[in-house]
């Protein structure tokens, strides 16, 4: 399956919606279009992961590096639709600590804005959810 990035904006945020698998061949492509989005001016954005069914080392690693340019350059970038497997792997390397994730896309473009009321991605609901189907 190939690597697509489809770029939106909705209220002045920008949202990429990733779809493939954000492996070491593909990753590069996300940094590269996320220094684009700052080069452009835009700060705020939202990588939606709905369609991305596998992240390795290199992909995480790539995000890590996609947040830090953000917020370097005063930004923010946030996650919205993870799979499970995606939200696992955030919980087992504890970069939940460090990403906004949320499970709807209006939630997460309502996270820019102070006056909003959101409802951020529950993960600890999430993995006790998990424990009781073992």
């Not at 949320?102 to 009321?117: G, I, K, L």
Request: glycine fraction near 6%.
């Amino acid at each position: 399956m190939s690597f697509e990035i489809v770029e939106s904006e909705r209220e002045g945020v920008v949202i990429l919606a990733l779809e493939g698998r954000l492996t070491v061949g593909e990753s590069s492509r996300m940094r590269e279009k996320v220094n684009q989005v700052v080069a452009g001016g835009h700060l705020k954005v939202i990588l939606d992961m709905k369609h991305v069914d596998y992240i390795d080392s290199t992909g995480l690693g790539s995000m890590v590096i996609c947040f830090t340019t953000l917020k370097k350059a005063g930004g923010a970038l946030k996650l919205v639709n993870l799979n499970k497997r995606n939200i696992e792997l955030l919980l087992l390397t504890k970069l939940h600590t460090i990403f906004e994730v949320f499970s709807d896309e209006q939630e997460a473009v309502n996270s820019f804005f102070p006056n909003r009321e959101i409802r951020r991605f529950d993960i600890l609901s999430f993995v006790q959810d998990q424990e009781k189907d073992l």
